[in-house]
């Protein structure tokens, strides 16, 4: 969602926070918009709709000035519009927002009886607004900060601009994230360490109800109102990592990421001399374990579905999963001795923060498997398991699933093992089975030309499909229906194999892709079945096996793909780049916006 960028410096700032927005276009966006001062008073220039139109306007009326902030909005409050894009501003203050001001219907309510106009339809105003109003009761702009911090409400990331103040630019988190840069003669603040990578890789993260004063030479940092140290780290990240090198797409690129970044994950959690899982230590002891609940959103979801499979079959444990925006309103009774598993590639995914913060005042033991070790998610943890997928640009996810499910599979293996549920042996042949998996990923990589011919000549003239698929690989079903949706703009739904009967079965014409998940394991018989009842409808079929699954079935499918043999329970992590790559070609051949699809936005952070 919303990315933010500010900079206090010495040279022409306009072309830098261009430059960082575009690295924050990943987070999804409608409108962008960029401010500085001139000759000390606030200008402003906004675009509705992409970058390039902010770019057009800037080439016809450039923005000088060494100080300024930048921002890509995702419309909440008010539709996407020049008017609604931030900066929001009044003549003392610029500003911009990530998050939702919750109180703002109140405190808009008391500006205005104090006679202000509001100019945009936006909650973020009300931040302009107050902070103008305090300015103009005589208060110093630390001062007017550090009251409005106190009045707003909400989850919030902001960055405030004062107009007649070269010297100072101001930052506040509350919930959503915020970063401070430290340059040469320069200071920034970011939404994350990606937007401030080619600058500087000396960063610091704010914490909430942290506000920051930005100079060029350096910054307070204060907590209420009293001055507070944050630590300042080397990012990892590098400008580097953050371009599609030879691809495309940044989708594609993160897809073939995936034999090295399964591998990376595995050098971690995994050692390959013994054959066993390595895991840190952890704060709960498996035999004790009550109930394990699980939660997510989106494809972090699926990836839990897929893990309660292993966690029950593995370890025998009990395990509930639920969509977090469900399970933290729900507020369901939550077991004493129980583990919560939140999985987030961002971690802060709102719905997610919000239900881990619940079952921890439930007393449970937060576990959490995230891809952003500095972000809220993994903050307030117990134990964070990190993805070493990379930073993952593409807003349909892919490198950070597959590490997920990597990671999630090892600690399943520790459980069981620790529970006595899985012999030595079997743990070996699981572990080789890891080993062995950054190669057949490779393998199915290979395969491009075929997902390319499937994709053109099968789903991209569809205007329905349906995915099926039984046991682990049911939730890939659901994976492959989401990633075809969310890029290629194709209705799809996914199903268990086993309840299309009691439904979709309706659908089932000649018109109607169905691709089926089925890898040979102990309930292929079983998807045979369905794949039959399907084909008898009509459906055109597109099997995803083994060799052995297309000696048997392939002779009934419009297309078979043949994947590697793999154990079935690894096989859920392969099979999930064949759906990935069947969405990406299908939306290349529908010539949607791959790497940031309509509406959909990478970091979800409002609800
Ligand atoms: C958004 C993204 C999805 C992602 C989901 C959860 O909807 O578009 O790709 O799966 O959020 O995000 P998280 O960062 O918590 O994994």
């Not at 609604?84 to 219907?105: C, K, L, S, W």
């Not at 990606?194 to 890789?201: G, V, Y």
């Not at 009509?538 to 994947?563: E, Y």
Request: charged share 20%.
């Amino acid at each position: 969602m919303c990315g933010i960028i500010g900079i206090i410096g010495k040279a022409p700032v306009t072309p830098l926070l261009v430059d960082a927005l575009k690295r924050l276009e990943y987070r999804g966006y409608d409108s962008s918009g960029v401010a500085t001062l001139v000759n000390g008073h606030i200008d402003r220039r906004r675009a509705e709709g992409k970058l390039v139109n902010l770019e057009a306007r800037l080439a016809s009326e450039p923005l000088p000035g060494t100080i300024g902030i930048g921002h890509t909005r995702w419309a909440t409050h008010g539709k996407p519009s020049e008017r609604n894009a931030h900066p929001i501003a009044t003549d003392r203050v610029a500003v911009v927002h990530n998050g939702i001001i919750e109180n703002f219907q109140e405190l808009k309510g008391e500006l205005v009886a104090e006679g202000r106009h509001f100019d945009s339809d936006t909650d973020t105003e009300v931040v302009a607004q107050l902070i103008t109003s305090y300015l103009e009761k005589q208060m110093s702009p630390e001062q007017a900060m550090g009251k409005a911090m106190e009045r707003l409400r909400g989850a919030f990331a902001l960055a405030i601009l004062f107009s007649g103040r070269h010297d100072i630019l101001m930052g506040a988190r509350r919930g959503s994230s915020l970063a401070v840069g430290y340059g040469d003669g320069e200071m920034y603040v970011g939404t994350d360490a990606l937007a401030l990578a080619p600058f500087t890789r000396q960063v610091s993260y704010l914490e909430d109800d942290d506000w920051v004063v930005l100079r060029a030479d350096g910054c307070t940092v204060y907590q209420g109102g009293f001055e507070v140290k944050r630590e300042v780290r080397q990012s990892g990240i590098s400008g580097a990592m953050i371009g599609k090198g030879n691809h495309r797409h940044f989708m594609l690129k993160e897809i073939h990421e995936q034999p090295a970044v399964i591998g990376d994950t595995l050098q971690t959690y995994l050692d390959p001399a013994t054959r066993s899982v390595t895991l840190p230590v952890l704060p709960f002891d498996w035999n004790k374990v009550s109930r394990i609940t699980m939660t997510a959103c989106g494809t972090a979801y699926y990836a839990c579905m897929v893990a309660k499979y292993w966690f029950e079959g593995l370890a025998r444990l009990s395990v509930e999963v639920e969509v977090a925006s469900e399970l933290r309103y729900r507020e369901p009774p939550l077991p004493e001795g129980g583990v919560c598993i939140a999985v987030s590639q961002s971690g802060e995914t709102v719905d997610t923060l919000a239900a881990i913060r619940y079952a921890k005042a439930n007393k449970q033991t937060i576990l959490s498997v995230v891809n952003v070790p500095e972000s809220a998610i993994a903050r307030e943890s117990h134990l964070v398991l990190p993805t070493l997928a990379g930073p993952e640009i593409s807003v349909a996810s892919t490198k950070a699933t597959t590490t997920q499910l990597t990671v999630l599979l090892c600690l399943a293996i520790a459980a069981g093992r620790a529970r006595g549920t899985l012999s030595p042996e079997a743990e070996a042949r699981l572990a080789l089975a890891l080993i062995e998996l950054p190669a057949h990923v490779n393998q199915a990589l290979n395969m491009e030309e075929e997902y390319r011919r499937v994709a053109e000549t099968v789903l991209a003239e569809a205007r329905d499909v349906l995915y099926l698929g039984r046991g682990s690989s049911f939730p890939i079903a659901l994976e492959g229906a989401l990633k075809l949706k969310e890029i290629s703009y194709i209705h799809a739904e996914g199903y268990a194999a086993g309840e299309m009967k009691h439904g979709p079965i309706a659908l089932i014409d000649e018109t109607v892709p169905v691709v089926v998940v089925a890898p040979t394991d102990a309930i292929f018989d079983k998807t045979a079945s369905n794949f039959e009842q399907a084909k008898a409808r009509g459906g055109k079929l597109v099997l995803l096996s083994d060799a052995a699954g297309v000696g048997r079935l392939g002779n009934q499918a419009v297309v078979s793909l043949t994947l590697p043999t793999v154990d079935p329970v690894v096989a859920p992590i392969l099979y999930t780049v064949p759906v990935q790559l069947l969405a990406y070609y299908t939306a290349v051949a529908k010539g949607t916006d791959v790497d940031q699809p309509r509406n959909l936005a990478k970091s979800v952070t409002v609800e």
